[in-house]
């Protein structure tokens, strides 16, 4: 991996994170970007079946500042989505934009190449021909550089920085070789597209079309100067196949412009500015934020810009990987969105209309992506930049009608399914962002059910059907991102004191239960008849979107009692979470958690609810461990404008925002010994005792020198600024774990699940279990009353006839309920789920009563309630080992309850 500059300063350790568990060396102290690797995520992870275009983080190592305009980055063969992979070992050119993260091909707007010899055949037929070898041992970048030195071109290296609307480049040409830069006009990374260019004296400038983002016919234009600090020696022009040396404008696709410098030896300076709005907003941009060809007083400020928005946050008391991964996550986070409006205001909206604006204008929003967990963290770190943010998305509706969806620059592309606007936006307010119109938030987001449209079409393209059946019947998982949105559309709503708002919005939100089946146990497609079809593979993605129903089935965030009633009771759903994180980086394809996927970014924290956050401690540090690491293939999926880094750095703090929409925090301890994060009512300072080094569980918390006992707070407790003091161990503890502990469920609305029962001991657990033969020797009675789903850990028995399978419980104890736990909870289809059996009893292992039986039955848990029995044996009979006529039944676990 290359190394990155870094620079002393005489202040403690800043921003430390990650956990790794490598030794707490004492780090030499420096400023915040010196510990960013821009490499991270720049190529393809760990996970067996990812979402397409999701293999890797998508991340590009190109120069840029915090949310800035201009991202010139390199791109290279095989770099799609992002247009970077580092394992290629060529270049095709520099470009203008870039998404951090996204899984659709974008941007790569304005190639720029540097090259020596002669022009051979046209760009506009060969451009990829010039294509430059690298030497990846001088690849460098840190925030706001990048160099490369390119081989095929004798050595020329190539540097990298920006503004906030320009970019800086600085190319030092090997003496003795003809040197030019090429500078395409209608390529980009989705085709090829009418441009037009012109060269006049030290000067290129052109107006250039992109978009196309994930397959729309959507686009905008880019207009740009780019200004040489050297008059050139000639320059030419290119159209298709034809090359012009010596003119001056060309236009059309497949076209672009040269400049040639001589025989090279002396560095060569370009400095380049771009505008959405025009030519002159480009070359004021330009003349306002470089007046002249500085390229390291660009540099500096660039570094300058970012450790100022980094050092927002401090860590301090881990070592250096776990600084790197800490410190990139955040510098990640803080690339998107992006600044769209010129230095005097002027912006291209939502109408297609240029407007001008008294604060910065953001566009650029991967809505579905980034409300889970990136808007509550800006909201907290950067709370002026999120006023101007939502400010903007106010904007973007009262221009284009709703609030954006996944937008590009000023276009709406409806990619993904719900309506994350609202969500976004509220999460911005619950963590503070108040500089804002509440009002006309509230009216954009209503209007979205109203039948509103953006830009022309709806965001809630099924919400007649979702209104009339209460559920989306053409897929479950689009309807509970429908409920999630009205959940915060109800919760902004009350904070605003809109009571009926807040009703009809609340009884929306508690639809998820409709999509819930009782009897498979998941979220689960439903027909337009409210039927369910069967039998549910639970690992399959059909019909989900980027996911499968083991996945969905924990996207209630706002509702996670109701959630764990329906599966049964806490119990259950903590065996259902053990098994859930079997694997980390499980794909759309596998019955596991999937952390390269936002929908299962907050699932560790279910385990809060149900009242064991230790388990969450273990699941949060074993995905920063595994998941996250310091290579090019270090971020587990798509980025997603920074949705996936923001869950790293609020994990790497000891809390998550679990509710979308509300201002919960769920606490799980931090990784590191302090960190604090600068606020402008009251810093917050977190405060690890024993933080890192294994030791990943909670002993105890104080809240600003009082103990709280619960395993959450509130925003609002540490808006303020507040002190939490953490005593960290490595053994699980009971902190947080008192029924009044457990974060709030929010359960107006109605349309609630029954509460579970209170079952008590399972009396079966452990205990010597004998059955008719094991389908293998992997699959012994003893699996089934072992306490646990995971690791395929059941009961399997296909011989003939009947199958029982036998557990005693060592004396004789008083029976009244019993649960099993059929094939589906573990993974695998409801068609094998037990189809007819009976429990019995016996106080001598001879004799058996039946006390209870089924029938008919598909279910994936079944709840038997009994008049209190007193036996020491108790026996499971199976007669229909499944529901779709497999003849092997599978028992997952065997519980009896009582006392």
Not at 120 to 127: E, K, L, V, Y
Request: aromatic share 10%; with cysteine.
């Amino acid at each position: 991996m290359p190394t990155m500059p870094r620079t002393v300063v005489t202040v403690a350790i800043l921003l430390a994170a990650g956990v790794v568990v490598v030794p707490a060396t004492a780090v030499a102290a420096q400023a915040p970007s010196g510990h960013v690797n821009p490499f991270i995520g720049t190529d393809d992870s760990n996970s067996p079946n990812p979402v397409p275009g999701g293999a890797g983080g998508s991340t590009y190592p190109g120069a840029s500042v915090p949310f800035g305009m201009t991202q010139l980055s390199p791109d290279t063969p095989t770099g799609s989505p992002s247009g970077y992979r580092y394992s290629d070992d060529s270049i095709e050119e520099f470009s203008l934009t870039h998404f951090n993260g996204a899984g659709c091909a974008n941007n790569e707007d304005v190639g720029i190449l540097p090259m020596t010899g002669d022009l051979g055949a046209s760009p506009g037929t060969n451009w990829t021909g010039y294509a430059a070898k690298h030497d990846k041992d001088a690849e460098t970048a840190s925030p706001g550089y990048y160099s490369a030195t390119l081989d095929t071109y004798g050595g020329t290296e190539v540097e990298l920085s920006a503004t906030t609307r320009t970019s800086a480049m600085r190319m030092s040409f090997p003496a003795g070789e003809g040197s030019r830069v090429l500078v395409n006009a209608s390529r980009s990374a989705t085709g090829e597209r009418s441009g037009s260019i012109a060269v006049d004296g030290r000067s290129v400038s052109g107006v250039f079309t992109g978009g196309g983002f994930c397959g729309a016919n959507k686009t905008y234009k880019i207009f740009y100067v780019i200004e040489f600090d050297r008059d050139p020696s000639g320059h030419g022009t290119w159209s298709g196949g034809t090359v012009s040396p010596g003119q001056s404008q060309v236009s059309g696709t497949r076209t672009g412009a040269y400049v040639e410098f001589g025989d090279g030896g002396p560095q060569v300076n370009a400095k380049i500015g771009m505008s959405f709005v025009s030519a002159a907003g480009a070359r004021a941009n330009l003349a306002a934020e470089q007046d002249g060809f500085d390229f390291d007083a660009v540099r500096a400020k660039a570094k300058a810009s970012w450790d100022e928005m980094l050092g927002r946050v401090e860590v301090g008391g881990g070592g250096e990987e776990q600084l790197q991964k800490f410190y990139t996550a955040l510098y990640h986070v803080l690339q998107n969105p992006n600044i769209a409006s010129d230095v005097n205001g002027d912006y291209r909206g939502f109408d297609g209309k240029v407007h001008r604006a008294g604060h910065p204008v953001y566009q650029n929003y991967s809505g579905w992506d980034i409300y889970r967990s990136w808007a509550s963290l800006i909201a907290l770190v950067a709370p002026d930049e999120t006023g101007d943010i939502v400010k903007s998305m106010i904007l973007d509706g009262q221009q284009g009608g709703l609030l954006p969806k996944w937008s590009h620059n000023n276009n709406e592309h409806f990619v993904m399914t719900g309506d994350p606007g609202p969500i976004v936006v509220a999460s911005a307010h619950a963590f503070g962002a108040r500089d804002f119109d509440t009002a006309e938030a509230l009216r954009l987001m209503e209007k979205a059910s109203e039948g509103g449209t953006m830009q022309g079409s709806p965001i809630r393209g099924r919400q007649a059907g979702y209104e009339e059946r209460k559920f989306i019947h053409e897929d479950p998982s689009d309807s509970l991102e429908y409920s999630t949105s009205d959940f915060a559309v109800a919760s902004f709503a009350k904070a605003l004191g809109d009571d009926g708002s807040y009703d009809t919005h609340m009884e929306r939100a508690q639809w998820w239960y409709n999509v819930f089946n009782t009897d498979s146990g998941y979220v689960h497609d439903r027909q337009a008849d409210g039927s369910w079809p069967w039998p549910l593979n639970p690992a399959s993605p059909d019909g989900y979107t980027e996911g499968n129903a083991s996945q969905y089935t924990w996207m209630v965030p706002y509702n996670y009692k109701g959630l764990i009633d329906a599966m049964g009771g806490p119990q259950t759903a903590v065996q259902r979470l053990d098994h859930h994180f079997t694997e980390l980086n499980g794909g759309l394809s596998r019955p596991y958690f999937y952390i390269g996927n936002e929908p299962e970014h907050g699932v560790p924290w279910a385990y809060h609810f149900a009242g064991k956050p230790s388990e969450t401690m273990d699941a949060v540090r074993r995905v920063m461990d595994e998941s996250f690491t310091t290579g090019p293939g270090g971020l587990p999926g798509n980025d997603d404008l920074g949705a996936t880094s923001a869950w790293y750095v609020w994990s790497a703090l000891g809390m998550y925002p679990p509710t979308p929409g509300v201002d919960t925090l769920a606490l799980h301890g931090p990784a590191f010994a302090s960190a604090r994060i600068e606020r402008p009512g009251g810093d917050i300072q977190i405060n690890g005792e024993g933080a890192g080094a294994g030791n990943r569980y909670v002993e105890s918390l104080s809240l600003n020198g009082k103990p709280h006992a619960k395993s959450w707070l509130t925003y609002r407790d540490i808006a303020d600024g507040a002190t939490l003091d953490y005593v960290m161990g490595d053994k699980a503890s009971d902190w947080g774990t008192a029924t009044d502990a457990v974060p709030p469920s929010f359960t107006d609305g109605g349309n609630q699940p029954p509460a579970a029962p209170r079952l008590g001991e399972n009396l079966a657990e452990g205990k010597p279990a004998t059955g008719t033969a094991a389908c293998a020797s992997s699959e012994s009675a003893g699996k089934a009353v072992d306490g646990s789903l995971s690791g395929n850990s059941k009961w399997c028995s296909k011989v003939s006839g009947t199958k029982w399978l036998r557990v005693d419980l060592g004396s004789r104890r008083t029976v009244s309920a019993f649960v099993v736990k059929h094939a589906g909870l573990g993974g695998e289809t409801t068609g094998w789920n037990t189809g007819k059996y009976t429990m019995q009893t016996s106080v001598d292992g001879q004799s058996w009563t039946d006390v209870a039986s089924a029938s008919g039955k598909r279910a994936s848990r079944t709840y038997h309630d009994i008049s209190d029995t007193s036996a020491r044996y108790v026996r499971l009979s199976i007669t229909t080992p499944t529901n779709n006529g497999d003849p092997a039944a599978r028992i997952y676990e065997f519980e009896a309850y009582g006392g």
